[in-house]
Every structure is written in structure tokens, then in C-alpha cells.
């Protein structure tokens, strides 16, 4: 039986806001000076993973999912669920906002909506995001876009690095310039753009605006949604929950030193985002392999528990099942 991490090739995707910092701070060997998204674990047609190790080698994640459900403790589905990126932001992502799973489904024919959530990596010393606007009925959110009224409209939120973010579908966000984060989602790739800062490309051309289905799909008043991260683990792997909800539950993992068995709930997403060690699982043949910053990969729920040791943070996620 299969008993190694899934070691993943990412997938990167050229956006009007991408920069270098994927290559400067990763390594990753991005195809152009405007990259802005590192799929890190992906099974979307839009930018599949594929195997980088074992017998599962050359196979697109989309592929495992269909042919060995048993990697994935055979959890239901047509699609797999999540997706994973990290995101270098050089100037200002476009407002925007995503539509619950029906909404997907009946007018776009995707199998997901997308709800999201972001572990900030690296930011400017006054980077903000725009989470929630300041609308308290449609009608009012109407008439602000209409007159272009933004700054009264949108609401401004400091971040620090290390900060968390949970973004439910319905909830208008946009990401600031000088961040990065690693962005864990439903595999979805739904976006309704409400407002691209009135930014021309090359040619002159402005990016389609969705702002009828915006305003259809958002929260409106806006609600926050907040967690209080849940602390375990030991000196030697210090977990902290960031979220649990219906479709994600999301961890930040600190290593350093050695743990014997870590427990696999059900199969886990991790990417490394600093530092490098060892995972180990003493069952069946018994496997090694080593892990570094920029990797990511994933535990099968064939493996029940595995050992670690290193010095590295980890993003770590698994659906809510
Ligand atoms: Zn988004």
C-alpha cells in the first residue's frame, strides 16, 4: 500500500499584480516578472499539480483524486476540494468577491464556490487589506458604486506577518500591495471583480467588472468572522489551529526538534514555509524523505501517524470531513 508523501510540482500563473518575490524568497523558478500565484496543491483543470515522487510520479493531482480514493480516505466528491497557493501581491489586487457553492453551481457550472482564508507570510510595515465594506443595505451599496464612493465604501484592516484571515464566501476583500500569503481555498476559481482601482493595461484596456453579480453573491451588511486559535502540541511541534469550519480546518505548524507520531486525521495538505527537516513512517516498508521551504506535499490518510524532525513552519490543512 501506498505509504510516502505526495510530493507536488507548483503550478504559477501570471497576473496584472505579480511580482519576483516567489523566486526571490522561494526559489521557485517562476516564468515571468509579473507572477502572482504559486498553486501549490492543485487538482483544478485550470493548473493541476503533478506528482513529483513514487509510483504515483508524472500524474496530475486531479488523476490521484479519480484513481485512488483511497489516498484520500475515500472521501465523496466528483472534484477534490481545496486548493492551495501562495500569492505575491506587487501592487494591489482587484476588490472582489466569491459566490457560495449553489450560486457556483447554478450560474456557473463550477463545482465549487469559493470561501478562503490567508496565513500572511511577509508584509510592508503598513500594509492593509480591504476586508468587509461599510454598506448597511443593498440598495446603499448600489448607490456608493454607482457614485464612486470606494473609500467610503470599503473597509481598510492593518495586517502584520503571521496574521490569519478568514474570508467566507459573500465577504468583499481584496488583497494590498507588498504581501505575501498562502492562501488555502475550495479548489474553486470563481471571482466577481467589483473594482480594479480604474487600472489600464498595456493596450489601455480596463478588466471586466462583475458588479451585478457582486452585489448579488455579498454580504450585505457585512459581518467579521474571527476564531480564537487553539494551541497544542510540545516544544518540538507547537500546533495552533487557525480555523475549523465547514469546508477547511487550518493549522500553522512550528517545528523544531523531533516528535515521534503525529497523528493524520484524515489525508493533510502541507506546504513548508521556511526551514527544512525530515518526515519518517515507520509502517509498512517504511519510508524517509526530506522536506524544505517552498515544498508542499501531501500526507495520504494511508499513512495513519509519521514522525518529524527539523526546523520548519509549516501551513498544514485538511477538509472538514
Ligand atoms: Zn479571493
Redesign the pocket.
Known amino acids: 500500500m501506498y505509504k510516502e508523501p505526495i510530493f507536488l510540482k507548483p503550478v504559477f500563473k501570471d497576473r496584472i499584480w505579480g511580482g519576483t518575490k516567489l523566486r526571490q524568497e522561494f526559489g521557485y523558478d517562476i516564468p515571468t516578472e509579473t507572477t502572482g500565484e504559486c498553486w501549490g496543491i492543485s487538482a483544478h483543470s485550470h493548473g493541476p499539480s503533478v506528482v513529483e515522487n513514487g509510483p504515483l510520479k508524472g500524474k496530475t493531482l486531479d488523476q490521484v483524486w479519480d484513481e485512488h480514493r483511497e489516498l484520500f480516505a475515500d472521501q465523496d466528491g466528483e472534484d477534490f476540494p481545496l486548493l492551495v497557493k501562495i500569492l505575491d501581491a506587487k501592487t494591489d489586487l482587484s476588490v472582489?468577491?466569491?459566490p457560495d457553492d449553489s450560486y457556483a453551481r447554478e450560474v456557473e457550472g463550477e463545482a465549487f464556490g469559493?470561501t478562503?482564508c490567508w496565513y500572511v507570510i511577509d508584509c510592508e510595515p503598513d500594509a492593509e487589506l480591504v476586508y468587509g465594506h461599510h454598506a448597511s443595505s443593498k440598495l446603499q451599496f448600489e448607490q456608493m458604486v454607482a457614485e464612486n464612493r470606494w473609500d467610503e465604501l470599503l473597509r481598510k484592516v492593518a495586517i502584520k506577518p503571521g496574521d490569519f484571515v478568514y474570508?467566507p464566501n459573500g465577504t468583499i476583500?481584496a488583497i494590498g500591495a507588498g504581501t505575501m500569503i498562502l492562501?488555502t481555498?475550495q479548489s474553486s476559481d470563481v471571482?466577481y471583480r467589483v473594482y480594479d482601482y480604474d487600472r489600464r493595461d498595456d493596450e489601455g484596456n480596463t478588466r471586466e467588472l462583475h458588479i451585478e453579480k457582486s452585489i448579488e453573491v455579498a454580504m450585505i451588511p457585512h459581518e467579521d468572522a474571527n476564531f480564537e486559535p487553539v494551541l497544542s502540541g510540545n516544544d518540538d511541534l507547537r500546533i495552533k489551529k487557525l480555523v475549523k469550519e465547514s469546508y477547511f480546518t487550518v493549522y500553522h505548524w512550528n517545528l523544531s526538534g523531533a516528535v515521534a507520531e503525529v497523528k493524520n486525521p484524515s489525508y493533510l495538505l502541507v506546504s513548508v514555509l521556511d526551514g527544512e527537516g525530515e518526515l519518517k513512517v515507520d509502517e509498512g516498508a517504511g519510508t524517509s524523505s526530506s522536506f524544505k521551504k517552498g515544498d508542499h506535499f501531501i500526507v495520504p490518510s494511508t499513512v495513519k501517524s509519521f514522525g518529524m524532525k527539523g526546523d520548519a513552519r509549516f501551513i498544514v490543512s485538511h477538509p472538514t470531513l
Open positions: 472582489q468577491v466569491h469559493k478562503e474570508v476583500h492562501e481555498q471571482t
